[in-house]
């Protein structure tokens, strides 16, 4: 399967604790983005990269959230200092650039996290 | 600031019947508009577009969606509905002119169910 894959699919982790969550996006794609999705809402945008490059942060991403794409591959969001709000399920997705401009997004399958 | 509202919730469809699933945006200039739908356990799926030209825009599955600029809407519509069907819908919007996917606003999404 070559689309965007997300690990772990599933965290449930005590608050306080740290958690960190990968995201790898189809090869060609320079574009990857962070959403958050809460139960009855759609997706929230958190940040995004053009290759390594981190070039816009959300209001959402407090300073416990941290994102990077060191090689302009793979991607991780690090959610520090875990709060019950945190739950949520977070997604990725990947575009090219001309597909970014038109709205064509490729999701990965999520990453639900659970604070307990 | 932009907007996207799915009156709907729920919509219930037996098999074979029409299905239509409401869309309405508000943006500052004109629109780019967006249908993704959620498969249980899958991610997000990009359905079809409107970036300008016909109103009438037909995405994968044999869906389509009606741009109607006037009472700013774009409804989601299938002549024939199928149980595979079955999923959580979402509209989104963006305002032309920004060119990252940072800027595409979800609506909350609209569960269809398609019944035998």
């Known amino acids: 399967d070559t689309g965007v894959s997300q690990d772990p699919r599933h965290k449930i982790t005590k608050r306080g604790q740290n958690v960190t969550f990968r995201c790898d996006p189809i090869s060609e794609h320079n574009r990857l983005y962070w959403y958050r999705q809460t139960l009855g809402q759609g997706p929230e945008f958190l940040t995004y990269?053009?290759?390594?490059?981190?070039?816009?942060k959300s209001r959402l991403l407090s300073d416990r959230f941290s994102a990077e794409r060191p090689k302009g591959s793979f991607s991780t969001l690090e959610i520090q200092r875990t709060e019950q709000g945190d739950s949520a399920m977070y997604l990725c997705?990947?575009?090219?650039?001309?597909?970014?401009?038109?709205?064509?997004?490729?999701f990965g399958e999520g990453s639900r996290l659970t604070v307990l | 600031a932009q907007s996207v509202a799915q009156p709907e919730d729920q919509v219930n469809v037996a098999e074979g019947n029409p299905l239509t699933v409401k869309c309405t945006y508000s943006v500052s200039g004109n629109p780019y508009l967006f249908w993704y739908v959620q498969y249980p356990n899958r991610g997000l799926q990009f359905l079809l577009k409107y970036i300008t030209g016909d109103n009438l825009v037909k995405g994968s599955y044999g869906f389509e969606a009606e741009f109607n600029k006037s009472q700013t809407s774009f409804h989601l519509k299938k002549p024939s509905a199928l149980v595979s069907d079955s999923a959580l819908y979402f509209c989104a919007v963006r305002e032309k002119g920004y060119s990252s996917a940072s800027k595409i606003i979800f609506g909350s999404g609209t569960r269809l169910s398609i019944r035998p």
């Open positions: 990269f053009q290759n390594e490059a981190q070039l816009e």
């Open positions: 997705a990947s575009s090219t650039g001309l597909a970014d401009k038109t709205g064509e997004l490729f």
